[in-house]
């Protein structure tokens, strides 16, 4: 994937602020990435433009040879249900759905698998953040973390290529964190692209590749 002088503003009563001042980003298949900074710096607009949740103000977008700048939103929707996981800060779960059928909703959207394997497939997602027991229960009924583990295996319902995850682990006590790392980490082995936004900067020194953003630029860009 690559972004090409992408800008984004935002209007205020001052005039126009700019979340993003022309950020230039290549990410090749299989690399895991940190993206660092400050509060406010502008690393979740960049996540949001990556998804296409938001829309740049200018510059383009490719993911996987498709112009994400250029999509409609139905269009946008159903590439993003096949192609990209996501996991949002702030879990995002469907209050009147279990644990499970949240987890199964993105196979509904996009119509992957049949029913009984839609089932199948969200138990084992579960079992491997260590949530199946919880299956049957609503998210009011389970702890902020374990939402968090939910919501990071609804984001590989689908067996998307990419998963962008902003603060993937700010619920986590360190033990399931460092459990989560791990299963990124394999993710990636497979051939996965991950792209995750955190301040813990113990699980951001374990990435090969960290970029720091401040000021909605791109400041740094670190290889180990």
């Known amino acids: 994937m690559y972004l090409q002088d992408v800008k984004k503003a935002y209007k205020t009563e001052a005039g126009d602020f700019y979340a993003l001042k022309g950020v230039d980003l290549k990410i090749d298949k299989g690399e895991f990435v940190g993206v660092v900074g400050k ?13 296409g949740i938001d829309r740049p103000s200018s510059g383009e977008i490719w993911v996987n040879d498709h112009a994400i700048h250029g999509l409609d939103e139905n269009s946008m929707a159903r590439w993003r249900g096949r192609s990209m996981g996501v996991v949002f800060q702030f879990f995002q779960l469907l209050p009147t759905l279990t644990v499970a059928e949240n987890v199964m909703l993105p196979m509904d959207f996009c119509r992957l698998y049949t029913p009984k394997e839609r089932r199948e497939r969200a138990l084992a997602l579960l079992e491997r953040v260590e949530m199946a027991e919880q299956a049957n229960k609503l998210p009011s009924q389970i702890s902020g973390g374990q939402a968090q583990r939910v919501a990071i295996a609804r984001s590989l319902a689908t067996d998307p290529p990419i998963v962008m995850a902003d603060e993937p682990t700010g619920n986590l006590d360190s033990k399931t964190a460092d459990a989560v790392f791990h299963l990124f980490e394999e993710l990636v082995s497979q051939g996965k692209t991950f792209l995750m936004v955190t301040h813990d900067n113990e699980l951001a020194n374990r990435l090969h590749r960290v970029i720091t953003i401040a000021d909605g630029m791109l400041v740094s860009d670190t290889k180990r």
């Open 39 to 51: 509060s406010g710096s502008g690393k979740s607009t960049l996540i949001n433009m990556i998804t």
